[in-house]
């Protein structure tokens, strides 16, 4: 059986007062609406005496003047450093390659949106700054135990299990079944 919302309220009072009695339930339920109304009397009164100094009151801000003040100075030119590697001749091609990414991904979304160099540039610096920490990265990588124990060791294994799938693809067997 469903009992609805105000079966339960109903309840509640019906218990309530054959618990307390009716004296103590009315008296209950003036306290409270006294009390509420009592304290909306009071807000009420606090809130009229302080709306009339807010409208007087009202200090001038000077944030507004201080950023047309910021707005109208020159900009600085951007510069950024051109060294990233080291090589004249690696770093020509790198800045290439940087200048073309932006061209090609930064600038067709951005220009939608403003005309101000600062953020495809400060784009361009974040790139160079990847660039400059990986090629230091790489300068210290002792590359020669590398190169002649560690590289030639993985081409052999690589090597090795190539023509053991291919062994295995030309004799037929299923791989399914197990290793």
Known sequence: MRVTVWGWIGLTFVLFITTFGFVVC???????VFVLFGGLALLFTRQ????????????????????????????????SDKRLTGSQIIDEQLQGIL????????YPW???LS???????????????????????????DWIPYLT????????????????????MKGGT???GGV
């Open 110 to 112: 951005y220009d939608s």
């Open 174 to 176: 299923s791989s399914r």
């Open 115 to 141: 005309s101000d160099e600062e953020v495809p540039h400060q784009i361009h610096v974040t790139a160079q700054r990847v660039i400059i920490s990986f090629a230091n990265r790489m300068k210290d990588v």
């Open 149 to 168: 124990t560690g590289l030639v060791d993985d081409a052999a294994s690589h090597l090795r299990l190539f023509r053991q799938a291919r062994a295995k």
């Open 99 to 106: 200048t073309y990414l932006i061209r090609d991904y930064v």
């Open 26 to 32: 009315v008296s209950t339920f003036l306290t409270v």
């Open 48 to 79: 009229e005496k302080s709306m009339g100094d807010v409208y007087k009151d009202i200090p001038e801000s000077h944030g507004l003047y201080k950023v047309v003040a910021v707005m109208r100075k020159p900009r600085s030119q951007l510069k």
